[in-house]
């Protein structure tokens, strides 16, 4: 009799939450249909992203494949990277890890507290090209983009960047007078960016500190999304709004982000929590709950 249950762990960094698969030594492969479906909300476990866990073909730890709510691969996730660092730091019994991820080689880090962890999310892309834009800008700091009439729009000038994924930041005095949810998806699949963007609302509230709201590529609103934060915090130094160490404040909390100036990498930090561990299964798409995690953060469902 072929075993349909698969065991799974439920995360999240910041209420940016996790379905974990370990594929390591069962293959675990899902459909687009199923990941729609398990991330459901209503009907299923629910989740921002969907992580597995798989061997790794390099000299990393192991491999990282990260999809969205929608089906679709992303090659990077900021608090997935904290999330599964945190596990696999865990289990090597070390304070640091490599983790291979279709964005590159990332580093987590273990700090002071079990459930604090960072990562260094590596060298941030600036040029048109590399983002990508499907047309050239000389200065990525502030493209030409905007949202309403043109003498008086909305939504201005973005900072744009690539943190492993692309992502576009608008300036503003107060995220909330914004209605996030209606034009990120429209700015997500504007065709400024062919291969679509994560789109942040950005507010600086006092020397190094940023507030922010994020539409997901392929996800939509997230209480926290660590790319983002990376973005938000590079694009503020850039453009002189911070300096190079600065913090990040999302629905879900703060993320410490330092752009250091020695190697140009981005270093992450924030909190992890384990939500439940559950057995999900494959025929049916249902799941049960085996085990309570830990009570470092509210649980997102």
């Known amino acids: 009799m072929v075993d349909t249950q698969v065991p799974f762990l439920k995360m999240n960094g910041l209420g940016n939450d996790f379905v974990v698969f370990d594929s390591r030594e069962k293959k675990v492969a899902l459909t687009p249909a199923q990941i729609v479906a398990i991330g459901d909300r209503e009907k299923g476990i629910g989740f921002d992203q969907m992580v597995t866990v798989e061997p790794s073909s390099s000299d990393a730890y192991a491999f990282m494949r990260i999809h969205n709510r929608d089906g679709s691969e992303v090659d990077a996730c900021g608090n997935a990277t904290r999330c599964i660092g945190r596990l696999l730091m865990g289990e090597a019994s070390t304070p640091s890890i490599a983790i291979q991820t279709n964005a590159g080689l990332l580093i987590a880090h273990a700090s002071e507290s079990a459930t604090l962890i960072s990562v260094d999310m590596g060298v941030p892309r600036f040029e048109w090209n590399q983002i990508p834009l499907a047309e050239e800008f000389a200065d990525t700091r502030a493209i030409e983009l905007q949202v309403g009439p043109i003498d008086a729009p909305v939504l201005h000038s973005p900072s744009v960047v690539n943190v492993g994924n692309p992502h576009a930041i608008f300036w503003v005095d107060d995220i909330e007078a914004h ?10 699949c504007h065709p400024m960016f062919p291969e679509k963007a994560n789109i942040s609302l950005a507010q600086i509230i006092g020397e190094n500190e940023i507030r922010m709201k994020v539409w997901e590529r392929g996800a939509g609103l997230t209480r926290a999304c660590g790319t983002g934060a990376c973005a938000v915090g590079v694009s503020a130094a850039r453009t ?17 982000i330092e752009w250091r100036e020695d190697n140009g990498h981005i270093m992450m930090t924030g909190e992890t929590a384990i939500e439940f561990e559950g057995l999900l299964d494959l025929t049916t798409l249902t799941y049960t709950k085996t085990a309570a995690g830990d009570a470092a953060m509210e649980p997102t469902k």
């Open 179 to 188: 209605d996030l949810a209606r034009f990120g998806p429209l700015l997500e």
């Open 240 to 256: 002189g709004r911070t300096g190079h160490k600065c913090t990040v404040h999302l629905p879900g909390g703060p993320l410490g």
